[in-house]
Nanobody, 124 residues
Framework: VQLQASGGGLVQAGGSLRLSCAAS????????MGWFRQAPGKEREFVAA????????LYADSVKGRFTISRDNAKNTVYLQMNSLKPEDTAVYYC??????????????????WGQGTQVTVSS
């Protein structure tokens, strides 16, 4: 089972990036999916999560109104559209699957499959 995150890079403040998380080895269409991030010297933190069918989403206050999570179950892929990026968004971003739930939660320990991470760097 593998979650492959991609789409990270270097962008100026105010710019946009779209992250993708492609799953293989298992179908995640019945599972909630989430994005987390970890900056140097900080703990991993919740960013956004989406329900099994995309009908329910959850966001951290710090990204609400700027980031949008979505999914395409036909492609077994989850996306994170990031707009109006700020230097404080700089981190390694991880996608994750919560195979015990269909609705999104923000608790890191609930997620049992994790991708390898993709670096997002926002310059000021």
């Amino acid at each position: 089972v593998q979650l492959q995150a991609s789409g990270g890079g270097l962008v100026q403040a105010g710019g946009s990036l779209r992250l993708s998380c492609a799953a293989s080895g298992r179908i995640f269409s019945n599972d909630a999916m989430g994005w987390f991030r970890q900056a140097p010297g900080k703990e991993r933190e919740f960013v956004a999560a989406v329900s099994w069918n995309g009908g329910s989403t959850l966001y951290a206050d710090s990204v609400k109104g700027r980031f949008t999570i979505s999914r395409d179950n036909a492609k077994n892929t989850v996306y994170l559209q990031m707009n109006s990026l700020k230097p404080e968004d700089t981190a390694v971003y991880y996608c994750a699957a919560d195979t015990d739930r269909v609705l999104p939660v923000s608790t890191t320990r609930n997620y049992d499959y994790w991708g390898q991470g993709t670096q997002v760097t926002v310059s000021s």
